[in-house]
């Protein structure tokens, strides 16, 4: 008897104004919770109200609330929108689990193969946070796909090994060979931390610990809470056999080829840090991609370009030096989906000295003048 008496001026709260201040749409919103167990359908006028409210609020968390509340259908378009621009907060991770329905699972996929690789990345990591069973196929595919960039299948694997599910469809992959190889530390790291013994077990044999300097490193997780010497670190990154200064500078010490490390601290932290080193291909800078040239001559040449013009290609390999290409000695040149630098870095320390090095990365917060 109440929720009817209610309904009129639920009503006229909705339609009152065209054009409302947050404080007269949160009174709105108000009015609508205490109706939100009502069947619109019986109720045309409410019905009216409550779709002039989700117009208004379109991109906003009440859009999301009000399509959950009442159970509205048809706006997977719009909930897909809204959970790539928020794809790690709680609201944009609900707009799509609801947008999850027969025609949105195929929405999705398609936003996943778009080539707008911001909002291909957006919408996985969404999806990999939604955890629902019905959206694995779709991260799976993304894991298998091994022309899709690393961070979409790292983003999707990780989602994967969230669910016993998920789990088992990766382990499943990779015994059919079906996972490339540079998923092998992330894929091992992820699904040897599962607290499924089976699934654990299972990864411990297909993706072996990967080891330091004459002993098996500790998982992810530990590294980033063990301390390190600042010091010793420093050191460990310009010693020669570490091989870090011949690409890269610090403070205008080192090889200027690789991105400058001297603010890296603001701008990683400490796990994205070791991921830099332990799959350096899973996250390339802009500007640096690998390039394979190859010449008229049969030779080939591997870097990074620093110039480009109709005439000719500056490229710039490991160690800095600069060769200029001429355009018509240039058979083909193509972008490789790997990083230039080298992986397995971590074989010439102990699992301390990592430790030390990534602990001196850390801590460069500020560029020296």
């Known amino acids: 008897m109440q929720s009817r008496l209610f309904i009129p001026l639920a009503i006229s709260l909705a339609l009152a104004c065209p054009s409302l201040s947050n404080a007269q749409t949160n009174v709105q919103l108000e009015a609508l919770k205490r109706l939100k167990n009502l069947d619109l359908e019986a109720n045309p006028s409410l019905k009216n109200a409550v779709l002039n409210i989700l117009k208004d609020s379109k991109g906003k968390p009440a859009f999301v609330e009000i399509i959950r509340d009442f159970k509205l259908k048809g706006h997977e378009v719009d909930l897909i929108r809204f959970s790539q621009a928020n794809p790690k907060d709680s609201t944009g991770v609900e707009a799509m689990r609801l947008a999850l329905t027969e025609p949105g699972l195929k929405l999705v996929t398609a936003a ?66 079906q996972l490339d190889s540079d998923l092998n530390f992330i894929a091992g790291n992820a699904l040897r931390s599962v607290r499924w013994k089976e ?94 040239i190859k010449l008229k001559n049969g030779t080939e040449a591997l870097g990074v370009i ?17 060769t200029t290409y001429k355009s018509t000695d240039i058979l083909s040149s193509t972008q490789l989906p790997t990083s230039i630098m080298p992986a397995g870095l971590q074989a010439t320390m102990t699992p301390q000295e990592l430790v030390d090095m990534i602990t001196y990365l850390y801590s460069l917060k500020q560029a020296k003048p």
């Open 112 to 177: 996943i193969n778009s080539t707008d690789t911001k909002a291909a990345l957006n919408t996985t990591q969404a999806l990999a946070n939604a955890q629902l069973q019905k959206g694995e196929p779709i991260l799976l595919n993304v894991v298998k796909d091994g022309k899709k960039p690393l961070a979409l299948r790292t983003t999707a694997l990780n989602g994967l090994a969230k669910s016993k599910t998920g789990a088992e469809s990766l382990i499943k992959a990779a015994r059919a060979g």
């Open 199 to 292: 699934i654990n077990k299972a990864a411990t044999k297909l993706f072996p610990e990967i080891r330091g300097l004459d002993q098996a490193l500790p998982p992810l997780a530990k590294l980033v809470t063990m301390k390190g010497d600042v010091a010793n670190g420093e050191k460990i990154f310009f010693r020669p056999q570490s091989t870090c200064a011949t690409c890269h500078q610090v403070n205008g010490r080192g090889i200027d080829f690789g991105p400058k490390l001297s603010g890296i601290g603001t701008k990683l932290g400490k796990e994205a840090l070791y991921l830099s080193i332990l799959e350096p291909s899973a996250g390339i800078s802009f500007g640096y991609e690998a390039w394979l």
């Open 306 to 322: 620093t110039s480009k013009t109709n005439d000719e290609v500056m490229l710039q390999v490991p160690g800095g030096i600069s």
